[in-house]
């Protein structure tokens, strides 16, 4: 199946150059990172994580988001998704790769990373997040390769995949969930110590990864003579107005306890985020007010059925999706848990040129690990549909 | 060697039956312990605010500095602070209220890591970098941090620090003459107060770089020194006689969350 | 005689060249193989092992140290003849090889290694 990745069109070397060449540029920007410390970030004694994490978390959700697609057909033999599966799983793949990719740029010791196997630590999440991942990343791997490796010649599945593909549905709801207990046991970040943080998390994954597989479904229809299928698709649509719709429920729940209470380590986090915080505003303020208008904006659209159908309109509302809990959970999430401090100061922190090149450089490589991956599936798709 | 590969092997146990329960439930009470040498001893530290710190007094922080190499950054976003003072009512926010003073809200208070009974850094970190001593100073492993900097997002006291630049260049370009017997720190790794244990645990009598400075600088204004610190296991220790005595007026940072730090402030 | 011999020969002989390029770059810089030589302390003959045992395990020998003294507080000086050496690289070792350049790094640079020791330690002077 691999040698489909090294005959392409001119348009997908194209796409493969663009993106090795935004991959070098980063390479660049990381070596300068690696060479001088952590301190050519925006990140401070305060602030101490930023850009980085927050696009960890938004991509682990992603990531889990792949069981909106398996759980329908696995367990429930929804046949409308026999097609659009296997997207969602290369769609995990280059999440997790994005992810391990996002926590190795954010170490201060990049070297001594495998300090945390070396030295298990069963009382710290981020022990637990690094196994999870990695499970996820293999199971995924394991399960994609041989559920479609097995379809191209035109074979069942061998039954030993059937119960990792049961095992994945609970891996993924488990890799966001100890993603959040990464924040939501501390004591010292009010914002975060949330009880429902992790259903919070769950519910803006649901939206955002369906959402971004809504659009690669279109641009994977428009590109190649593969069509997941139009039915999917509305489906997808689906699946994000519920979880959205649940996700701005949380929210609202969320400011509801902390606003009602009047507990002013609870308040000032919302404070800051909506209004800015002792004089200071950050561009967390006019990003939280944007990204909330096109949530709201996106989720209305979604919300009826006649607009949903219309498939410029569900493009256009699951990109305001994808971008609102993008600019939600990749950013505001971690600058506003940290302001104010828990000496209360109000910090600066907006991430600099290198922080966002090394940011892209990641993303460039999962978009590359996911157009091989489409690639490959796409291109056996079109012999199939040939023979 | 054959030690650490038991411990692996345990540890790796206790992981699998922790996966089977439910992951890091049940570990919240109790920080791994190490140390047998200082066993039985229980640090703590009492910062005396009964008589405020002498005006624009910074002898703590400079010995503390001077003594652990700690560099001096000009962009506040990069600094490393063991031991600095914080205006009252940041430090105590819940003390403060609409009639108080601008003296009282402005009253610079000494801070510094509050070596935890329950540290929740010591929960966070994924390698056992940071740790507890058996002598209750919570410590830090600077050759195993991988800098992920998880223990600073924990801290609910702002007490630890991250060399986000290579702290041993600055150093060295402020001039600063370097302390033989510390060593500095490398970049990408977390640091905080240690409580001084290289030098008390050996010496019955040695004392914490920062109250020993603050002894010299209150007796010279002819006064009692502000920190003051010992062993609150030894039942003969005068920093528990000192407790007792203040009676309700020992506070202590955000005692609600269950920390039990063993920083007192007498008030 | 080969199929694709071509490529199969020029891919030997790249790897050949590759593979020996360190002998003839340390030829080409006229520097051939050379015995390290530390200099040792004059004060003493006396270290805390035997100098067989410190050329193989000195590094085994600091990370225990390091264990006991960061990880179990365990100061404890080690005594040998009378004489207490404190585990400590600054104030241990460096009180007889006072110099790192003269000592440490000899056989370091000689066997391709690079603790990295002295980024956090400050030497003796």
Redesign the interface.
Known sequence: MLEKAFHGSYRYWSLVGILLLVLAIGAIAYVVQFFTGLGVTGLSRDVSWGLYIGQFTFLVGVAASAVMVVLPYYLHNYKAFGKITILGECLAIPSVLMCMGFIFVDMGQPTRILNVFLHPTPNSPMFWDTVVLFGYLVLNVVIGWTTFGAEAKGIAPPGWVKPLIILSIPWAVSIHTVTAFLYCGLAARPYWMTAILAPRFLASAFSAGPALLIILSLVVRKYTKFDPGREAIQKLGTIVTYAMAVNVFFIALELFTSLYSNIPAHMEHFQFMFLGLEGETSFITPLMWFSSFVGIVALVLLLFPRFRRNETILAWAAGGVFFSLWAEKGLALLVTGYIPTPLLAVPHYAPTIVEILISTMIWAFGFLVLTVLYKIVTSVREDLEQV | MAASRRDFIKLAGFSVAGLCFGGPTGCATTAPVNGQGTAGKRWALVVDLRTPCPEGCTACMKSCNLAHNIPQWDDIKHEIKWIWKEPWEHVFPEQVHSYSTAALRELPVPVLCNHCDNPPCVRACPTKATFKTASGIVAMDQHRCIGCRYCLAACPYGARSFNWLDPRERLEEQGAALSRDFPTRTKGVVEKCNFCSERINDDASALPYCVEACREACSRHGREPVLHFGDLHDPSSPLLALLRESGANTIRRKPEIGTRPHVFYLV | MFYDAGKIFTGLAIFLVGATFPFWYAMAAGKTAYKPEPVFPTSTSQCVESTEQMIAGHMEILDDW?NEV???????PIEINGTAYPKSL??GC?NCHADQTQFCDRCHEYAGVSP?CW????E??
């Open positions: 390091r960061v990880r179990r507080s365990d100061r404890e600054s104030r460096g990295y980024e956090c330690h400050v003796g002077d």
